[in-house]
């Protein structure tokens, strides 16, 4: 059985299939007896709670948590930190961001003063995603950026890029894409440095802002460099798929128009299997693709 140490437990997780992560979490919990293990069961414990809030199982979230609470003892400072960021996060799920600022601000408080900084991080980049207003969201996270920069964690240090892709979607709100555009690339840069494989993400996130400012053949450039990306990884790459056919799609409009419509059809097919589980949850969209792989005008 594997065991949980200090920092184990981030890595444990896999957030696309979050109730694998949490039978991993329960598997580890039967080890956890002794009173020396009470801090890291506490700590754990959380971690169930978020894998159960990311299924919609709210209720037994919560309920994870108030035991939680109700458990801790003075000095399980980390637990206590992640008490207070799992609560929010899962009053956040649920529908009730006010409700759950004040649990991100406590957990972030908590963890400055212990010097826990890659959980001060997540905290304060939580305080900014419940933040209604998009440019006062920009304006946290660039704070939230220095905080980590000058921490000497790396593992704080590693928010760099899921905050700037945080404010490049709030330039999105903002409607002001030339500066979102610099956002993903900055975003791109970053996760070049501390993990090469979200980069990806990042450059499809530039590629899907430049078609979106009519820059097309800009955008599809980058797409297609994430397609053969993809292809030499063997990874399905199921959002580029569809990027590509709405930027073939675009170009129609253009020259050589059946040429383009032959090539969105086909990104399309290839993408709407892939996208099935993914957008269960959007089905107009998934009806779409299907429209134009079969053939049919938007």
């Not at 930027?247 to 969105?264: I, N, Q, T």
């Not at 290839?270 to 996208?275: F, H, Q």
Request: charged share 30%; glycine share 6%.
């Amino acid at each position: 059985m594997t065991s949980v140490s200090d920092a184990s437990l981030d890595l444990l997780w896999d957030y696309n299939d979050p109730a694998a992560s949490e039978a991993r979490f329960l598997e580890l919990r039967q080890g956890l007896g002794a009173p020396e293990d009470h801090a890291r069961l506490m700590e754990l414990d959380t971690q169930i709670a978020r894998a159960q809030g990311l299924q919609g199982r709210f209720a037994d979230a919560l309920a994870m948590l108030e035991t939680v609470q109700e458990r801790l003892l003075a000095g399980e400072t980390r637990a206590a930190i992640r008490y207070e960021l799992e609560f929010g996060r899962v009053l956040r799920s649920s529908g009730s961001p006010e409700a759950a600022r004040p649990f991100f601000e406590r957990a972030a408080a908590l963890g400055e003063a212990a010097g826990e900084d890659r959980l001060a991080v997540d905290a304060r980049h939580m305080v900014a995603l419940v933040e209604p207003d998009p440019a006062k969201r920009v304006s946290l996270m660039l704070n939230d950026l220095e905080f980590a920069a000058a921490s000497s964690d790396p593992d704080a240090r590693a928010w760099r890029g899921s905050l700037w892709n945080n404010i490049g979607m709030a330039f999105h709100e903002l409607g002001d894409l030339d500066d979102a555009v610099q956002a993903f690339e900055t975003s791109a840069s970053c996760w070049e440095e501390d993990d090469p494989k979200r980069a990806l993400i990042a450059h499809w996130m530039v590629g899907w802002t430049l078609r979106l400012q009519g820059r097309l053949a800009e955008a599809l450039a980058t797409q297609e460099v994430l397609e053969r990306a993809h292809q030499e990884a063997g990874t399905p790459g199921a959002y580029v798929e569809e990027e590509l056919g709405e930027l073939h799609l675009a170009l129609a409009a253009g020259p050589d128009a059946e040429d383009h419509l032959r090539r969105a059809r086909e990104h399309f097919a290839r993408a709407l299997p892939l996208l099935q589980d993914d957008l269960a949850d959007d089905p107009d969209r998934l009806a779409r693709i299907k429209r134009l792989a079969d053939g049919e005008e938007d």
